[in-house]
């Protein structure tokens, strides 16, 4: 067996403790070398601070994934590239358009891997939802993506600051599953966007765009939560993508799913990334949400508090 | 001499008639053969109000510019790429970035070519600033764009409907130079939008890139009109561009100016990129206007009457 990869994970936050922890331990792959963060540290698990004082430390470890919000990720993802570091970046894979095009260039230039990972298009229907659409015309397509951002961000101030994307973060995991599967690129015709009076980004998405798809973003959706897509083709193919992409059914038939979780099989795709010296940097969800910020008639929406 | 180009030219309003008609009018490469317009037309030239029709009925014309809005300008420029026409494209080349890569992907696969036009990088002075940043580090650098919408785009609502990009229309002009001259690439690190009550775009911007490298821009500048970017750089060479870019001044001293006016320049080049099947699409400028819209924080201000 190849040796272990050592990883350091950057940002100990609920997506590092709840996903990339207990990913990184199951792999046989991976092994946990370091983390670094104001806050949280992994039992066990060398702590550092400061990601120079650990880059400095620790040359040994060659991979360095962060868990930050988009605001400050670009700073810690240039430091490790520079650094001579392979990078992988938690989705949006960065605050602004610019920065990711940069960074795409300067991992080019370094010859070092950047993999901008979209956990959703990982979803175990994914694949099967794309090859049953692969060579067709959609005639229409809808989405669902309807969460309580109070039970999955609790008090997470930042998601609702500029650049936190608002119910535009869950929409982005939405967008990463369509522009995957779908068999042409697409690009946006109109959106609503509604914004708490006493808030910077959206609760609540209305957007339309060509051929006939249409999404609902909803990020105040108590009870039931839901994770849908459905198309159907020109040709009478019905294809439905539930709960998060992880249950396909096609024409009425429910079909195979791939084998490993989200996140898993993110870390096997980077040790294939990291192998191998590629890099995968797909913007095309994130361009969905910059037309959508850039185009949208925007609308104020009752003013936003944690505790209703 | 060469056979002169033919164009189509779609759009007739302002812009149409105060630079693209006396630029092809000037020029030994260009004759303009049809007008496609609901409103407009041009003395002495063959008026459509349907590009399909135009399309249809004049095969010899090659060339089609659109000076559209952006929000129809996608349609328009598909239907003539399809149409085996070369497309040139005003500024913004579309509502959103999703389209215009969808754009180029169609014309490189047509094997036509499109070109979208950035007028203010053909200033006179920009290519002198660029010569004088080649190669060294900014220390600073700061833009001031100030102007009047009631003087530059009289009742044209559509300028703050969403898509119309408010002050980031003419924003997007010196991003288009800065994108231009800049030694390195730059990304936004925050900004404020100043959005009318009444309206859906920005009238008044505050821009903040890395590289200490800010931006005012103001719609609401009554007397004179300021299109201004000034840098320095860590050798403690002083580039100053003023009047849109049509004066250079480096370390006090003024520099030699391209000749050809902006239009002129852009028709110029479009003749070479035709005659070479090449195309030019650079969307930087627009991609920060993106982030722009996407990262800053939203205040509102007073609403907007197009008489004061």
Not at 128 to 133: I, P, R, S, W, Y
Not at 299 to 306: D, L, Q, R, S, Y
Request: charged content about 20%.
């Amino acid at each position: 067996m190849a040796d272990k990869i050592k990883v350091a994970l950057v940002g100990i936050g609920k997506i590092a403790v709840d996903q990339h922890v207990p990913s990184i331990a199951a792999s046989s792959d991976w092994t946990l070398a370091a983390t670094v963060s104001r806050s949280g540290t992994v039992d066990g698990v060398p702590a550092y601070t400061d990601i120079h004082t650990m880059l400095a430390d620790r040359p040994e470890i060659k991979v360095v994934s962060l868990c930050l919000p988009p605001v400050p990720r670009f700073a810690y993802a240039a430091a490790c590239l520079r650094a001579g570091r392979h990078v992988m970046l938690e989705k949006p894979p960065g605050a602004t358009l610019a920065e990711v095009y940069a960074l795409k260039a300067l991992a080019r230039d370094a010859g070092q891997t950047l993999f901008a990972t979209w956990h959703s298009r990982m979803a175990k229907g994914v694949q099967a939802a794309k090859a049953a659409l692969a060579g067709k015309t959609i005639e229409s397509g809808h989405i669902d993506w309807k969460e309580n951002v109070r039970q999955w961000h609790p008090y997470q101030d930042w998601v609702f600051e500029p650049g936190g994307l608002g119910v535009l973060d869950p929409g982005v995991n939405a967008l990463s599953i369509l522009t995957e599967i779908l068999p042409t690129p697409i690009h946006l015709e109109s959106a609503t966007l509604h914004t708490p009076a006493n808030r910077q980004t959206p609760v609540q998405a209305d957007v339309k765009f060509l051929n006939g798809i249409t999404a609902s973003f909803d990020w105040l959706k108590e009870g039931s939560q839901i994770w849908e897509q459905r198309f159907s083709t020109t040709d009478g193919t019905t294809v439905e993508l539930l709960e998060g992409g992880n249950r396909c059914i096609v024409d009425g038939d429910e079909q195979p799913l791939t084998e490993l979780g989200e996140y898993p099989a993110l870390y096997a795709l980077m040790s294939l990334l990291v192998r191998s010296r590629t890099s995968d940097v797909d913007l095309s969800p994130m361009v969905h949400v910059s037309d959508i910020m850039t185009l949208a008639h925007r609308k104020t929406a009752p003013a936003f508090e944690w505790s209703s």
